[in-house]
C-alpha cells in the first residue's frame, strides 16, 4: 500500500514563501505523475502544480514543484504568497505498484495541509 503525508502548512504573512511537502511511503511502486491541488474556503478543489515522476522541477506562475529523492518526497514551494492563496493543499500521486509481478495503478491523495495567508 502506497501513503502519502503532508506537512508544512501553516500561517504566513501575504508576501512571503511557503514550502510544503508531500512524502511517499510503501513497497515496489512508481511514480507516473505527482500533482498540488488546493481547496480554498468554500470553492471546489483546483489544480496548482504538477510535475511527471521523471520529473526534478517543475516551474507554474509562482508555484514550483521539486522532486527530494533523498526523502521519496515532492514539495510545493509557492512563492509572493497573496490572501487567495489561502485553502488546504493536497497532494496526489498516480503510479504503479508491482504486487507479485504485476502492475497495479494507483491513484492516491494526502489528507491535506491548511495554508493561511494574511493581509
Known amino acids: 500500500q502506497v501513503q502519502l503525508v503532508e506537512s508544512g502548512g501553516g500561517l504566513v504573512q501575504a508576501g512571503g514563501s511557503l514550502r510544503l511537502s508531500c512524502t511517499a511511503s510503501g513497497s515496489s511502486f512508481s511514480v507516473d505523475h505527482t500533482d498540488w491541488y488546493r481547496q480554498p474556503p468554500g470553492k471546489q478543489r483546483e489544480w496548482v502544480a504538477g510535475?511527471?515522476?521523471s520529473g526534478v522541477t517543475s516551474v507554474t506562475g509562482r508555484f514550483t514543484v521539486s522532486r527530494d529523492k533523498a526523502k521519496n518526497a515532492v514539495n510545493l514551494e509557492i512563492d509572493s504568497l497573496k490572501p487567495e492563496d489561502t485553502g488546504v493543499y493536497y497532494c496526489n500521486i498516480r503510479g504503479l505498484r508491482n504486487i507479485r509481478g504485476t502492475l497495479i495503478p494507483f491513484d492516491i491523495w494526502g489528507q491535506g495541509t491548511q495554508v493561511n495567508v494574511s493581509s
Open positions: 510535475m511527471p515522476g
